[in-house]
């Protein structure tokens, strides 16, 4: 979860937010998954129920009710808290023999040797929170260069 970004980061055709939060992630190892706001389980759902409504809050802030949208609509960040999920598979190598085959094709056994992590998620943490950091700076500077302010900005 990423709270406190602005509305407005992003694109609503090329480089949508989503996209390349979703890209960002992706590229880490062993990621297989991602979503964003209610992700697959919104699909299940119709347009009128995963519809985030926007309304005045008591301190005159714009804000959504639901969220749904995890914090992105259209591309473009809407003020609400970002929320994604990311999946990571288990590691394939371990010490345990598999069976393979060479680049020339011939059956044999590989059999890893070495420091190799039996699970990822320590590292993924870290990881997927370095990638949403950086990915939102980047937005954050194309804003300023784009519009020429960091108005409204979160300080």
């Known amino acids: 979860m990423a709270r406190n970004v602005p509305a407005g980061l992003g694109m609503p055709v090329f480089d949508k937010l989503e996209a390349d939060l979703a890209k960002s992630i992706l590229s880490l190892p ?5 979503e964003i706001g209610s992700g697959f389980a ?35 960040s809407n003020g609400e808290p ?3 999920r990311a999946a990571f598979k288990p590691t394939a190598t371990i010490r345990k023999e598999q069976r393979t085959v ?28 370095a990638m949403v950091a950086l990915v939102l700076c980047d937005h954050l500077l194309r804003h300023q260069g784009q519009c020429g302010t960091l108005k409204g900005v979160a300080q």
């Open 42 to 76: 919104g699909t299940l759902l119709a347009g009128s129920e995963h519809n985030d409504e926007f309304y005045r809050n008591d301190r005159g802030k714009i804000r959504t009710r639901t969220n749904r949208s995890g914090g992105i609509q259209g591309g473009i």
């Open 102 to 129: 060479t680049s020339a094709g011939t059956q044999t056994v590989l059999a890893a040797k070495g420091r190799h992590d039996p699970c990822v998620l320590p590292r993924a943490v870290p990881m997927v929170e």
């Open 82 to 84: 970002i929320i994604l």
């Open 30 to 34: 062993a990621s297989k998954g991602f």
